[in-house]
């Protein structure tokens, strides 16, 4: 499946921006409104295109407590050296003004669904008569024994945008010639898939390229595969050797314990002792306001209604992204992004009229592996027997040439323009 630079900028929604005829609201009435909370993939996307394509019938509200927004996605090229931190961190300043959004710098702290309103950190209340969650994930601390949201500094996850992300690059960048990394993988459903191992690339390109060839990363997996495995191991053992070792959980049986002071790890199989660097990244649910609101079960994700994005708790609320339990859509961008332009063509159908189109979907997730050696893999997504379901799925192979993995780290950094020129302008 080929994807053309119009699908990576927009995806299914490029159809819905099409019918942005949304009829204006009766003279005299007040303009219905749409509290979106996240300034995400999915909660940016959605202010935007709500905005955007009701022609300012409705009344939008964009809530997102932070100035300025770094992705997790391409964070592993920063690790890796192949980008700057201050290529992956965007601001809000053209969004908001294009569309008419009013962006609100405050933390959402409870919905109050009864009475459809937000409830803000700063005390305000938003009244809404939709509202759009895209939350993202909150971390399970308790889900490795030993490890805490005390010990995520000495133990860092890289898991959540920020200090983690430069931390990991920290952490990397002391591993001595001989160290040992060991990564702590997380069980699924979590977000980004193949993050975990594309990581372990870079760190392995980064060790290797600074010299450091006789240091070592053992990933220690709860699960019996993982996401581009088949193409992942061979390129690791072309272009690192022995330096990356995988271990599933047949093999390591299981985490015992971790030590953030020693730097240890015990698992069933092994001790790992004065370890120089442990990447502890754990099992994850819904963010919290989500939970909260009774939207997701406690230590899960919301439930949704696959041809609408809207919640199946409460039809006046849409889940996107990281946050909703989308079938067999993973947890991505992109997903979030497509996710986002649907949930926005049923608010604006629903709210001041207009056409609608069948919910359909799309995702690729890209993987970087060394310079000029990227691999994907996606599909297509269709509503299906209540569930969001592939249709059609796509994979890169291994012993492909370098042409074609140097093509698809081209398309990798169009995307990476593509949606952020999408969320942010």
Known sequence: MRLTRRDLAT??????????????????????????VGGGPGGATAAKYIAKDSQGAIAVTLVEENETYQTCFHSNLYIGGFKSYDSIVHR??????AYGIDLVRSRAT??????????????????YDRLVLSPGIDLKYDSVPGWSKEAE???????????QTQLIR????????GGTIVMICPPNPYRCPPGPYERASMFAHVLKTSGKAKARIIILDPKESFSKQGVFMPDWEKRYGAMIEWLGPKVHDGIKSVDPKSGTVVTGFETYENCAFVNVIPAQMAGAIARDAGL?????????????????ADPNVFVLGDACNAGDMPKSAFSANNQAKVAAMIVRTELVGGPSFP?????????????????KVGGRYEPKDGRIAAVESFISQPGESDEVR???????????EAITADMFS
């Open 11 to 36: 995806g299914p929604g490029a159809l819905l921006a099409l019918g942005a005829l949304g009829a204006p609201a009766v003279l005299g009435q007040a303009k219905p409104r749409v509290v979106v």
């Open 92 to 97: 809000y300043d053209k969004l908001a003004p």
């Open 110 to 127: 409870q919905i109050d669904r009864e009475r459809k309103e937000v409830a803000l950190a700063d005390g305000r209340r938003l009244p």
């Open 153 to 163: 500094e000495a133990m860092p996850h890289g898991w959540k945008p920020g200090r």
């Open 170 to 177: 920290q952490k990397l960048d002391a591993v001595p010639d």
């Open 296 to 312: 997701a079960p406690a230590g899960g994700y919301c439930a949704i209604d696959p041809a609408t994005m809207k919640s199946t």
């Open 359 to 375: 919910a359909r979907y799309l995702n690729t997730c890209w993987s970087l592996v060394g310079t000029d050696d990227a691999i």
């Open 406 to 416: 140097k093509q698809t780290q081209a398309e990798n950094m169009a995307w990476y």
